[in-house]
């Protein structure tokens, strides 16, 4: 079984909509990162969480949302989706010490379409 | 504004032939990765260096953090398809933040 996790894996909304995209890790990893990834532009950090209460924006917040349910779980939801986060979205754990703390985990991600 | 800037974006080759892809910063960073990305599949770790001027290899694939931490090289000898992929790196500081290159895409040509 797959250390992270996504689901969906392909999701199709309509604008307006409220989205929530889950991610599950089965490594022990303290850290939790969501990404989303667009052509020409590489992998951009949304949000981060080093434990379940603490809640980092990373470079592009704006219209999305978090939920660090526990240690393995962290959610990302848009509350009302617009075609431009129309992306593919990474979920990433890292460790908490060391060279563990340099290294990222990702899961296999969702492709999300806004209409 | 892009932190780190990866060059060349597109890069197709033939089979056997050599390659180097660049990530350029005018930042420090504590550690620097490399990551491969597949079609379908999120992106995987090739090799984090940390140290000025660290030279790592795997196998055909050569990795080398700038003497100042700024900048980072991949070099691929004899390239094969599989090869084929995204390559992305990556830099930290402390690891509270990781910042990515906008890639780099291989097409290696039986």
């Known amino acids: 079984d797959a250390d992270v996790t996504q689901t969906p894996r392909n999701r199709i909304t309509k604008t307006g909509k409220r989205i929530m995209l889950e991610c599950s890790q089965t490594?022990?990893?303290?850290?939790m990162y969501w990404y989303r990834q667009d052509p020409g532009l590489g992998l951009r950090l949304i949000y981060y969480?080093?434990?379940?209460?603490?809640?980092n924006k990373g470079e592009i917040s704006d219209g999305y949302s978090v939920s660090r349910q526990a240690q393995a779980k962290f959610s990302l939801s848009l509350e009302s989706a617009i075609p431009n986060q129309t992306a593919l979205y990474f979920c990433a754990t890292s460790d908490r010490f060391g060279t563990g703390a340099d290294t990222q985990y990702f899961g296999p991600g969702t492709r999300l379409t806004v209409l | 504004t892009q932190l780190l800037e990866q060059s060349p974006q597109f890069l197709s080759i033939q089979e056997g032939e050599n390659l180097t892809v660049y990530c350029n910063s005018s930042s420090v960073f504590s550690s620097l990765q490399w990551y491969r990305q597949e079609p379908g599949e999120g992106p995987v770790l090739l090799v984090t260096?940390?140290?000025?001027?660290e030279v790592k290899k795997l196998k055909r694939l050569t990795f080398q953090f700038g003497d100042a931490r700024k900048d980072s090289s991949l070099h691929i000898t004899a390239a094969q398809p599989g090869d084929t992929g995204l390559y992305l790196c990556?830099?930290?500081?402390?690891?509270?933040?990781?910042?990515f290159g906008t890639g780099t895409s291989l097409t290696v040509i039986p």
């Open positions: 260096v940390v140290t000025g001027g």
């Open positions: 990556a830099a930290t500081n402390t690891g509270n933040q990781f910042y």
């Open positions: 969480s080093f434990d379940v209460k603490d809640i």
């Open positions: 490594k022990g990893h303290d850290r």
